[in-house]
C-alpha cells in the first residue's frame, strides 16, 4: 500500500486565493485587515519564517507592518510596542516571532498583546477558550492540520488520535481541538515509555517532536493518516520531518510530506485569523463582550 499524499502546499494555495478575495471584499468596504510582525534578533530560522508571513499577507492582499529590534532589546521597549499596535485602529493582528531571546520574558509578551488581536492563539484567554471548547483564534499550526484532515476527508469523530510532542504551540492545542470533534486522544511526550505501543493504536498519528526519523514504519497502523509537523534542517542541508516519510509512505493510508505538508498550512492559517479578526473590527465584537464562548 502507498499512501495518498496530503499535499498542503496545495491546500494552502486553494485556500489563500479564497482569503485573498475576502480581503479585496473587506478592503472594499473600508476595513482593510492589517497584521503587524514584530522581530526580535536574527536567528535565521525566524527570519525565515517572519518572511514567509509577509509574503503570504502580499500574497493575500494583507497590509503587513515589520517591526525588527535587536536581540539586546530592552523587554520594556518590546511591550511598549505592542501597546502601541494594541491601540492601533487599522492593526487586526499582532504577531510576535519566538522564540525571544532569553531576557524577555515570554509570559509577558504573549499577555500584553490585546487577545482582540492574538492571531497565534497562544493569550491565555485565546488557550482557556480552547479548553472549554471555543476559540476565536485558533493556534495556526494545529489549525492547519485541522484544514488538511478536513481536506483529505479524514473523519475525526470516535477516531483513535495520538499525538506525539505536547508543547504549547503543537501537540496541546492539536489535542484540544481533537478533542472537541470528539476522538479519543493520547498525547506522548518525551518521557513517555514506549512511545510505539501508543503510536500503533492510531488511526490520525500526528507527530510534532523535533526529532528526524522518530517515527518508523513499524510504529505506525496500517492505513492511518499520518501528519508530520516536525521540521529538520539536517547537517546537509536538506529538511525533513520526524517521520520516516519513505518507509511510512509504504503503510499508512495517507501522508504529508516535509517541506510542503503542514508548514504553508501554518502560514495561511495567520491570514484566515487576520480576517477574521479585521471582521470582529468591524462588527465591532470585542472577546469580554462575546457570549459564544460560554455556550460551548
Ligand atoms: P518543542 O516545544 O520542542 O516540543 C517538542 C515536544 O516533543 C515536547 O513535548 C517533547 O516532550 C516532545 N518530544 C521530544 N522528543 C520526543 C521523543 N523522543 N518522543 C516523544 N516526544 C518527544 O517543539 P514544537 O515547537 O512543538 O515543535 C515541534 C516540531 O514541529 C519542531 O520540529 C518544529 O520545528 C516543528 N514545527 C513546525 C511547524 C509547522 O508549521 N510545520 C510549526 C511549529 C513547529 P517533553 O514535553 O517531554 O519535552
Redesign the pocket.
Known amino acids: 500500500m502507498t499512501a495518498t499524499i496530503i499535499d498542503g502546499k496545495a491546500v494552502a494555495k486553494v485556500l489563500r486565493k479564497k482569503y485573498a478575495q475576502e480581503v479585496a471584499e473587506l478592503s472594499a468596504a473600508g476595513v482593510a485587515p492589517g497584521l503587524a510582525v514584530i522581530l526580535v534578533g536574527d536567528n535565521p530560522a525566524s527570519r525565515l519564517y517572519v518572511g514567509n508571513k509577509t509574503r503570504a499577507c502580499q500574497e493575500c492582499g494583507v497590509r503587513s507592518h515589520l517591526q525588527v529590534f535587536p536581540a539586546d532589546v530592552p523587554e520594556f521597549d518590546v511591550l511598549q510596542a505592542i501597546g502601541k499596535l494594541n491601540q492601533h485602529p487599522e492593526i487586526d493582528g499582532i504577531l510576535v516571532q519566538l522564540p525571544l531571546p532569553a531576557h524577555i520574558d515570554l509570559r509577558k509578551v504573549l499577555a500584553a498583546i490585546d487577545v482582540d488581536k492574538d492571531v497565534d492563539g497562544f493569550h491565555l484567554y485565546n488557550v482557556g477558550a480552547l479548553v472549554v471548547g471555543n476559540t476565536i483564534f485558533p493556534p ?2 494545529p489549525f ?1 492540520v485541522q484544514l488538511l484532515l478536513d481536506s483529505a476527508g479524514i473523519e475525526v469523530e470516535g477516531k483513535n488520535a495520538v499525538i ?8 496541546k492545542p492539536m489535542a484540544l481541538m481533537l478533542l472537541q470533534r470528539e476522538a479519543t486522544v493520547t498525547v ?5 515509555r514506549d ?1 510505539a505501543q501508543h503510536t500503533i493504536l492510531a488511526d490520525i498519528l500526528i507527530v ?4 528526524p526519523g ?1 517515527i518508523t514504519a513499524p510504529m505506525v497502523r496500517q492505513g492511518a493518516c499520518v501528519i508530520d ?4 534542517k539536517l547537517p546537509d542541508g536538506t529538511t525533513v ?2 517521520v520516516d516519510f519513505d518507509s511510512v509512505k509504504e503503510r499508512a493510508g495517507w501522508i504529508t510530506p ?1 517541506p510542503g ?3 504553508p ?3 495561511t492559517m495567520l491570514i484566515a485569523n487576520t480576517i477574521r479578526s479585521a471582521r470582529r473590527r468591524a462588527a465591532q465584537k470585542t472577546y469580554l463582550a462575546d457570549d459564544s464562548f460560554w455556550q460551548a
Not at 509537523?229 to 529538520?232: E, K, L, P, R
Open positions: 495556526c499550526t492547519g506525539v510532542g505536547a508543547s504549547n504551540i503543537v501537540g506522548c511526550h518525551a518521557k513517555t512511545l510534532a517532536a523535533g526529532r522518530l509537523v516536525g521540521i529538520n520531518g520526524d516535509v505538508g503542514v508548514g498550512m501554518t502560514v
